[in-house]
């Protein structure tokens, strides 16, 4: 089966530090650019940091609100997905998803698009 | 970044009616070498991930129900349910894929009336 799956979310204090694992498994993960997308309760969704794949050079996008606290990795010998956070605010809390195109040893979808998700993980910073 | 603005934030429409969704970015997002816009449309039942249902402005995801449809270019689009059916109701969001960050609308409920 193809599958994403977030964990390390939890409550975290003002200022503290936190890092999310995804554990992908059913699909070629080093070949595709992997994603975190977070919602916060009752709000929408928003787009937060992006790694392509290694033969794309690896290279990282950030959101504004997140840019310089946040750190996407990946070990594609464990076909994981990381996010690493720190100085947390607040107004970081959300649930937290990771998602991807599907790619096979062939390559990947030509959508562009995220059509494999995780169930999230939830991050709750408060004093 | 470039913004993008749904509306509206929420319709209620009866079982079988039309459900139209608008989706504008704030600058275009299409891409002329290739004559695609890279525009996507989710939807997310509560306690959900988003399922993607479009991408590509009008390409239907695999088992997506023909009843959705996409259509738009530019900096306008829109997401259409031809007949709304009671598991229809969710929140749908468009999303742009252009440009880094690829930011998504605020999102619209659709609910039955």
């Known amino acids: 089966d193809v599958q994403l799956v977030e964990s390390g979310g939890g409550l975290v204090k003002p200022g503290g530090s936190l890092r999310l694992s995804c554990a992908a498994s059913?699909?070629?993960?080093?070949?595709?650019?992997m994603t975190w997308v977070r919602q916060a309760p009752e709000k929408g969704l928003e787009w937060v940091a992006r790694?392509?794949?290694?033969?794309?050079?690896?290279?990282?996008d950030y959101a504004a609100p997140v840019k310089d606290r946040f750190t996407i990795s990946r070990d594609d010998s464990t076909n994981t997905l990381y996010l690493e956070m720190n100085s947390l605010s607040t107004e970081d809390t959300a649930v937290y998803f990771c998602t991807s195109e599907y790619c096979t040893n062939f390559g990947c979808s030509t959508k562009g698009a995220y059509d494999i998700w995780g169930p999230g993980t939830m991050v709750t910073v408060s004093s | 970044d470039i913004v993008m603005t749904q509306s509206p934030d929420s319709l209620a429409v009866s079982l079988g009616e039309r459900a139209t969704i608008n989706c504008k970015s704030s600058?275009?997002?299409?891409?002329?070498?290739?004559?695609?816009?890279?525009l996507a449309w989710y939807q997310q039942r509560p306690g959900q991930p988003p399922k993607l249902l479009i991408y590509y402005t009008s390409t239907r995801e695999s088992g997506v129900p023909d009843r959705f449809s996409g259509s738009g270019s530019g900096t306008d689009f829109t997401l259409t349910i031809s007949s709304l059916q009671a598991e229809d109701v969710s929140v749908y969001y468009c999303?742009?894929?252009?440009?880094?960050?690829?930011?998504f609308g605020g999102g619209t409920k659709v609910e039955i009336k």
């Open positions: 790694i392509k794949s290694k033969n794309n050079g690896g290279t990282t």
């Open positions: 999303q742009q894929y252009y440009r880094t960050p690829f930011t």
């Open positions: 600058q275009s997002v299409l891409d002329s070498s290739n004559n695609k816009n890279y």
């Open positions: 059913g699909f070629r993960f080093s070949y595709a650019w």
